[in-house]
């Protein structure tokens, strides 16, 4: 397991010497998005905003931002699940180059086998921290805020050294999920056998 302290833009090569498990600290640019910026995006054919369109960092979040006189002022963050983006995840990585997308839980096979063609990772947080982090994230614009709302614009942020994020699907198609699904499934497996429990046990839903 390796720590890395990227900075965005990020290189394809160190994305792809990544491996599940390893833990990542990220600075550089980043957007956030949600499922209604998809939507507008991909299901009702709008154009991406030129800001975002060399940022190649995607995190899924609903930041809470409030506007006052001397700019914009973050008072809460923190990525939220990414398995509920599955329908636009790899569309995503291939239309807007992304690199590394940053958001609780995981996400599915096709977004998968899209990692792997274009060389990106997704990361979770190892905590839910959403008032830890203001401190490493600097507002810096946003772009649809009339017509998406402010929870589900994308804000376009400077983060430092914000993490830890661990690794849990990578370029060569490895999940952390998956893996610890198995791990748990072999461990209750022998479990069972050591207790005496047959294989077909299930618990009682109370």
């Not at 995006?41 to 975002?52: A, N, Q």
């Not at 050294?161 to 849990?168: K, S, Y």
Request: with cysteine.
């Amino acid at each position: 397991m390796a720590t890395w302290h990227v900075q965005a833009p990020l290189d394809e090569d160190l994305i792809r010497n990544m491996t599940i498990g390893d833990i990542v600290y990220i600075s550089g640019t980043a957007f956030t998005c949600r499922s209604r910026l998809q939507r507008w995006i991909f299901d009702e054919h709008h154009d991406m905003p030129d800001r975002t369109t060399k940022i190649d960092v995607l995190i899924h979040s609903g930041p809470i931002v409030l506007e006052e006189q001397d700019g914009y002022r973050l008072v809460s963050f923190m990525p939220t699940s990414s398995l509920r983006f599955e329908k636009w995840g790899a569309s995503s990585i291939e239309a807007w180059n992304l690199r590394m997308i940053v958001g609780k839980t995981t996400m599915g096979s096709e977004t998968s086998n899209m990692m792997v063609k274009r060389g990106c990772v997704h990361v979770s947080p190892q905590s839910v921290s959403p008032n830890l982090w203001i401190d490493s994230i600097k507002i810096v614009d946003v772009a649809l805020r009339q017509e998406l709302g402010s929870i589900e614009a994308p804000w376009i942020v400077t983060c430092t050294n914000l993490g830890p994020f661990v690794v849990d699907m990578d370029t060569h198609g490895n999940n952390l999920f998956e893996y610890i699904d198995l791990q748990v499934e072999q461990n209750k497996e022998k479990a069972f056998s050591i207790l005496g429990i047959e294989k077909e046990f299930k618990p009682t839903k109370l």
